[in-house]
């Protein structure tokens, strides 16, 4: 059993990085329980097209509203106290929630109330805790941390969670819930056992929120590699998102495969994602990290040309098995590329520009590919987002050897910290 535990989470990672791992693993478990219960119960209330994608957009929309708020907060107060609150209020949501299910009182405003509560606190509860890896474990191993955690979130996410999420929702329209309620419990006392420094990491705060905003997006735009690699990441989302709005039309209208083929192309890249992330630190250690981000993004662009090309449903699974592998690869190296690069006081509003940029270039592509396949047909987003991320890639190429040792360009700029307090610790020794 030791040797598993080794094999997982190393102990040169911590006991912090550990307690870390499970709590987020916890957490992955009662979102995926969500993920299938919240459209069922959507579903239970209206049949109404505009209401159910109003569901899906209100658990986006509070990114784009407070996602950059969150980070400035997560830079000025306790990162563990902050993490315990918002979880805490999901909680009381959740609640509330049940109560008027098993009351009857429940309707589709109840619940898309519900959904833009939650998707609000989970906002300042991401945010802050994606700011805890950079502080627990060295940089040498942030990408390792980084592809354990992703590892979590593929298998009990989006592999575990649907299918207990489904069953329990038959159950009783409550019982789902109440699991997730469970498990943000367990994960809140999880979290509250991390050895971290107590209080803010700055010593002293003596700004507005919004300058701290400001000052967060300047750290930003003032550093080439962390600046570029924003802008990668937002271009690339857009593209993949103009062609992934039509997939589920790809697979029923050029491949042919039902529903439950295009189940099938799904759960192939969460299959391909769970190899990748087993397999990144294999590929960080023998593979240079600039090489491994212009192969992962290389492999994007021709991905989208394989779908523009396909007509056969295996071949089509075999792209999304690849997809899978290459993408989570990618989010692992990107962020753990960031994290290196990032002071700790900035971590979270850095990483808030980030998340907003993520959610808006999806929310961009979906509409882009809409309209472009409203006028050129299903495989028109492809081809756009072949040609898209393909003249990305060839822009930047030469600058991704730059990124993918931004740490470096960091501590060698001196005035990389504007504002920073020079008595501010950069990163912590983990405990043990």
Known sequence: MSRVVEAVAPARLGPGFRRLMVSAWVSNLGDGIALAAGPLLVASQTRSPALVSMAMLLVGLPWLLFGLLAGAVADRVDRLRMVMVANLLRSVVLVALCVTILTGAVSIAVVLTAMFLLGTAEVFADTAYRTFLPMLVGKADLGIANARLQAGFITLNQFAGAPIGAALFAV???????????????????????????????????????????????????????????????????????????????SLDVLHMGPVGYGLLTTASAAGGLVGTFLYGWLERHVPLATLMRACLALEVLMHLGFALARVPWLAVLIMFGFGVYAFAWGTLSQAVRQRAVPTAYQGRVGSVYSVAIYGGTVIGSGLGGVIAEHGGVLAPFWFAFVGSGITLALVWRQLGHIAHADDAAQDDPGDHPGDDPGVPRSVEPAG
Request: with cysteine; net charge neutral.
């Open 172 to 250: 009783g329209m409550a019982v789902p819930f109440g699991a997730q309620i469970a498990c943000g419990l367990l994960g809140v006392v999880l979290v509250s056992r991390i050895a971290l420094p107590p209080g803010p990491v700055r010593d002293e705060i003596d700004t507005h929120v919004l300058r701290d905003i400001a000052d967060g997006v300047r750290w930003l735009v003032a550093h080439p590699p962390v600046r570029t690699l924003a802008l990668v990441i937002v271009t690339f989302n857009i593209t993949w998102a103009a062609a992934w709005a039509m997939l589920v039309l790809y």
